[in-house]
């Protein structure tokens, strides 16, 4: 399993010396799984896993157009079938942390991606399930919760602003690459759909805003240019 990431230590994010933003920043934690078809197991894997994590201000908007955003992410990326389980170990992982500790939680169709995963596997998955119980049942809120957004449901039509990436699910179809090309190129189009899906949550919970078309791809080409070795840096989204 490929892992790409801006983060100092990108398996424990939410410690006081590792977080994003600072110790004392807000967090908007947005998770995207996608999937892919495995004809040796005859059903869908999980193919690819993205965190991005947002800094937000408790009481202001910030318009994301005006200056470059800054994103921190891990994006892990199965290079081949054996790595199924490793992928959904990581998945229980993200999403325990995520709902101790980030304020809030934006994921797009997140209740049916879980519900795959957790038939994925015969071992205990506390963070999937707990992940599970809460999102589906978002609308009572509880103390110690981060406020959660789905994308695909919780966003009306009318807050929908323009993005340049789609928030629906990849469509992965493997091909004669080899496995570590496949899983880099995998990676970038995981995180900046999760990136769409982390700026949908902040526009519609009022954190950010923007006029016009917000260039995702262009944003993650600056934050990730290093990571994922490409020849040049970008110039910064605008």
Not at 58 to 74: E, V, Y
């Amino acid at each position: 399993m490929r892992s790409f990431t801006n983060l100092s230590r990108p398996d424990s994010p939410y410690q006081s010396e590792s977080r994003p933003c600072g110790t004392y920043g807000h967090l908007l934690t947005a998770v995207a799984i996608d999937w892919s078809y495995s004809p040796h197991l005859q059903t869908a894997v999980v193919a690819s896993v993205s965190v991005v994590h947002l800094r937000i201000r408790s009481a202001a908007t910030l318009d994301a157009g005006q200056r470059p955003l800054s994103i921190k992410f891990h994006t892990t990326a199965v290079e081949a079938d054996g790595e199924t389980q490793d992928q959904i170990a990581h998945v229980d992982t993200v999403l325990a942390g995520a709902r101790r500790h980030a304020n809030v939680l934006a994921a797009h169709g997140l209740a049916d991606d879980l519900a795959q995963v957790m038939k994925l596997t015969g071992h205990q998955l506390p963070g999937v399930q707990d992940a599970h119980e809460a999102w589906v049942g978002r609308d009572v809120s509880g103390h110690g919760l981060p406020w959660m957004v789905d994308t695909r449901h919780d966003v009306p039509d009318d807050e929908r602003l323009e993005l340049d990436v789609s928030l629906d699910p990849l469509t992965i179809i493997p091909d004669n690459r080899p496995g570590h090309v496949q899983a880099a190129v995998v990676a970038v189009r995981s995180l900046s759909r999760c990136v769409a899906i982390g700026l949908a949550a902040a526009v519609h919970t009022g954190q950010f805003r923007w006029d016009g078309t917000f260039l995702a791809q262009a944003a993650v080409a600056d934050a990730a240019w290093d990571v994922f070795e490409m020849p040049t840096r970008p110039a910064p989204a605008t």
